[in-house]
T-cell receptor, first 109, second 113 residues
Framework: QKEVEQNSGPLSVPEGAIASLNCTYSDRGSQSFFWYRQYSGKSPELIMFIYSNGDKEDGRFTAQLNKASQYVSLLIRDSQPSDSATYLCAVMVDYKLSFGAGTTVTVRA | EAGVTQSPTHLIKTRGQQVTLRCSPISGHTSVYWYQQALGLGLQFLLWYDEGEERNRGNFPPRFSGRQFPNYSSELNVNALELEDSALYLC????????????FGPGTRLLVL
């Protein structure tokens, strides 16, 4: 079992819609969770981090964490064409960041 | 505040050669991490340096090595290059401690022919 798994996508949403990205992890001891955005040919850019169960909102982005279910998600509200990218879920495991394979999101204008 | 910087941006090498990649962390960050992003394989953790010491290592052979200097900059060395080493090599930095948020540099794209 992979340490971090994401829905593979690609995910296509119309402009203005909500994009929902999911991530599960295997290590129950994980305490830190991150979402990065990566445009094609570029390096990952931090969007959000979350440590506690529940929701965390930052602008149009909301991260949700459920440690009991070992599940973390990212919602993108009012999706814009500039949100088209690959979104990487990352989980701190044994003092190293483990990444999911990423979900590619395309926002249709 | 300047971000993480890496050099060179692109590199072409042949099999068997050696390569050195460089990284300067964000000012105030003492931890440096190296990742490999090969096509179709996702981001793989390589090495973590903090205060000049190697703190953790991913599942890579010993020909991948590095060091961290007193000014917290870092080098990644890859010996005996193989074709499958072709990848984007990313450096990230954070404040001290692996639990801190990591910020990535622009990467070095290595092509091994």
């Amino acid at each position: 079992q992979k340490e971090v798994e994401q829905n593979s996508g690609p995910l296509s949403v119309p402009e203005g819609a909500i994009a929902s990205l999911n991530c599960t992890y295997s290590d129950r001891g994980s305490q830190s969770f991150f979402w990065y955005r990566q445009y094609s040919g570029k390096s990952p850019e931090l969007i959000m981090f979350i440590y506690s169960n529940g929701d965390k909102e930052d602008g149009r982005f909301t991260a949700q964490l459920n440690k009991a279910s070992q599940y973390v998600s990212l919602l993108i509200r009012d999706s814009q064409p500039s949100d088209s990218a690959t979104y990487l879920c990352a989980v701190m495991v044994d003092y190293k960041l483990s990444f999911g394979a990423g979900t590619t999101v395309t926002v249709r204008a | 505040e300047a971000g993480v910087t890496q050099s060179p941006t692109h590199l072409i090498k042949t099999r068997g050669q050696q390569v050195t990649l460089r990284c300067s962390p964000i000012s105030g960050h003492t931890s440096v991490y190296w990742y490999q992003q090969a096509l179709g394989l996702g981001l793989q953790f390589l090495l973590w340096y903090d205060e000049g010491e190697e703190r953790n290592r991913g599942n890579f052979p010993p020909r991948f090595s590095g060091r961290q200097f007193p000014n917290y900059s870092s080098e990644l060395n890859v010996n005996a290059l193989e074709l499958e080493d072709s990848a984007l090599y990313l450096c990230a930095s954070s404040r001290q401690g692996a639990e801190e948020t990591q910020y990535f540099g622009p990467g070095t794209r290595l092509l091994v022919l």
